[in-house]
């Protein structure tokens, strides 16, 4: 059974352990964190962030972090663990419901996506944000692709 639920600290502790190592390279290549450092800090700026469980099992933490709480740019976000592979189904729908909520909310999001990430890349085309073309980002300049919507 799938359901989401406000995040808490055992649902951190929990997917800082089970992430999948897409998700730890890309954290690790965006700003050298650790998957619990990434999970605190962006549940941390995060105003409602929300678990994906599956059967009592957490499948992903994801929210949309923003610069204030009057704030209309939000930067979207989800960390995973191999659980959404085996459950993409009901993940696709579920993102789908709560992508087009948060694009109500905001006017614009915008993020960037390690581009060895690929399935990701193919789920944000298909969640219908726009993908900027490779570019430098992190420490290590390592190649991200910027990903963003702009209501009009």
């Not at 469980?53 to 709480?69: N, P, R």
Request: proline share 5%.
């Amino acid at each position: 059974m799938y359901s989401l639920v406000p995040t808490t600290q055992e649902h951190i502790e929990e997917l800082a352990t089970t992430m999948r190592q897409v998700d730890r390279d890309e954290v690790w290549a965006a700003n050298h964190s650790t998957p619990l450092r990434a999970l605190t800090n962006g549940v941390s700026l995060t105003e409602e962030p929300f678990t994906g469980l599956v059967d009592g099992k957490v499948v992903c933490i994801f929210g949309v972090s923003t610069m204030s709480f009057l704030s209309e740019d939000g930067t979207p976000w989800l960390l995973g663990s191999d659980l959404i592979e085996e459950n993409k189904h009901v993940f696709l729908r579920m993102n789908r419901v709560y992508t087009r909520e948060i694009k109500k909310r905001y006017k614009s999001l915008s993020n960037y996506i390690d581009v060895r990430n690929t399935k990701t890349l193919v789920w944000l085309k298909w969640l219908g944000f726009t993908i900027h073309d490779p570019a430098p980002h992190g420490p290590d300049n390592m190649l991200f692709r910027k990903f963003e919507f702009r209501r009009k």
